[in-house]
């Protein structure tokens, strides 16, 4: 049933009903992540893009990382510059334009480079950072195609700098209970997963997420990605074949993009998994139905507000702040020169993914994925 409320991204992010979430199954996941290094230097990150996540998410999260700190910025628009200076206390000399961008390069302060552009520019600002010597984080989805993200992959590799995703929910207590219930079969092998994110789209008709050439696509590519995602860890597997239908109601505002997506996922072990997306459902959800249990999230992809139950009884897991958790672990995998847990393949992965989903819905046959 469609919600009629329309609601911000922002907002409805914020109220962890439903969204996004992010993560990646690796199979590194539940073991390799980075141990807290016996350094006390922060490590300075630079914000590429002070939109809404850099500015609601990352900036307030920042104040609270023990590893890292906000060193840096990089706007094209002076006011703001001014305003972020004064708010967080960011010194004129790490200040930079996109013109003036790759001056970073001598700037000891700047560590990491975290891109939190519209998607068609993480691929270029990912490469441009790495080559300027800082470590990147680049927000999701990676790139508008995994060839994309293979490339910024080889670009980081070549430079010798680490890669990592925004994929905040590999670091979320919930989620990170839903890898483990899956990935070691704690009811057995999980036989299904149904999955969906989505949120009724609320905002500007000119914004950058409608349009093809700077999203890449609609409620799939911002949405649909923790839904595929969500499967991904929750089986500890990659799936091998999509077959994808979509919907569309409003040929208007979504002239460009998807509107709703819905997909059936294809596991080497057989489980039934299936997932939608949407830019006109309020959806946040993961059920996983194992051989002797069940265990779910709902909200499963938010901000905070993430809750679940594990056969019908609650998760009993913290909400805690996802983005600084997930950035501390990166600073903490810096100083140590060790892989993050969502590095550039994790994204490249999705994205292969995502391009066999939009192969199927121009083909409406099932289409081999990687
Ligand atoms: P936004 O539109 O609020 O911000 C985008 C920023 O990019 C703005 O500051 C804008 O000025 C700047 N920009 C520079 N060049 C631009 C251009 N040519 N066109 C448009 N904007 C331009 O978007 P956002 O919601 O902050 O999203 C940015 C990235 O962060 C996206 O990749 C998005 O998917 C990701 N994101 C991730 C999460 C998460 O939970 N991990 C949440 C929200 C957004």
């Known amino acids: 049933m469609k919600?009629?409320?329309?609601t911000s991204r922002r907002d409805f992010i914020r109220k962890g009903s439903l969204v996004a979430g992010s993560l990646?199954?690796?199979?590194?996941?539940?073991?390799?992540?980075?141990k807290s290094p016996d350094n006390t230097k922060k490590l300075g990150i630079a914000l590429v893009g002070l939109g809404g996540y850099a500015g609601g998410q990352l900036a307030p999260a920042l104040q609270k990382t023990k590893n890292c700190y906000l060193a840096g910025i990089v706007t094209g628009t002076p006011s703001k510059a001014e305003e972020w200076s004064k708010k967080y206390n960011i010194p004129q000399k790490n200040i930079y334009n996109y013109q003036t961008f790759d001056d970073i390069a001598k700037n000891p302060d700047i560590d990491i480079v975290y891109v939190v552009l519209p998607v068609s520019m993480h691929?270029?600002?990912?490469?441009?950072?790495?080559?300027?010597?800082?470590?990147?984080?680049?927000?999701?989805?990676?790139?508008?195609?995994?060839?994309?993200?293979?490339?910024?992959?080889?670009?980081?590799?070549?430079?010798?700098?680490?890669?990592?995703i925004g994929y905040r929910l590999h670091f979320e207590p919930h989620?990170?209970?839903?890898?483990?219930?899956?990935?070691?079969?704690?009811?057995?092998?999980?036989?299904?997963?149904?999955?969906?994110?989505?949120?009724?789209?609320?905002?500007?008709?000119n914004a950058w997420r409608l349009k093809k050439a700077l999203a890449g696509g609609g409620g799939l590519m911002d949405m649909g990605i923790y839904a595929i995602q969500g499967a991904r860890y929750t089986l500890g597997q990659e799936p091998i074949a999509v077959k994808a239908t979509q919907e569309k109601t409003n040929h208007e505002l979504f002239k460009e993009v998807d509107e709703t997506v819905y997909w059936e996922l294809k596991f080497p072990g057989g489980q039934k998994v299936t997932g939608k997306s949407s830019y006109n459902n309020n959806w946040g959800f993961l059920r996983a139905e194992a051989e002797k249990g069940t265990f779910e999230l709902e909200?499963?992809?938010?901000?905070?507000?993430?809750?679940?139950?594990?056969?019908?009884?609650p998760m009993q897991q913290p909400n805690i702040i996802q983005q600084a958790a997930q950035m501390d672990d990166f600073a903490t995998c810096v100083a140590m020169n060790k892989q993050s847990r969502v590095p550039g393949e994790e994204g490249e992965k999705d994205m292969k993914v995502i391009d066999a989903i939009y192969r199927s819905l121009d083909s409406g046959k099932w289409e081999n994925i990687g």
């Open 24 to 34: 990646a199954l690796s199979p590194t996941l539940l073991s390799a992540a980075c």
């Open 3 to 6: 919600p009629s409320v329309k």
């Open 175 to 205: 989620n990170m209970e839903v890898m483990r219930l899956g990935q070691k079969q704690v009811f057995g092998k999980v036989t299904k997963v149904d999955t969906g994110n989505g949120f009724v789209y609320g905002g500007d008709p």
């Open 299 to 313: 909200p499963a992809y938010g901000y905070d507000g993430i809750d679940g139950k594990i056969n019908g009884k």
């Open 123 to 164: 691929k270029e600002y990912t490469i441009r950072a790495a080559q300027a010597g800082k470590h990147v984080i680049c927000e999701k989805p990676m790139a508008l195609n995994a060839a994309d993200c293979r490339e910024m992959i080889n670009a980081c590799k070549k430079a010798n700098k680490l890669l990592s």
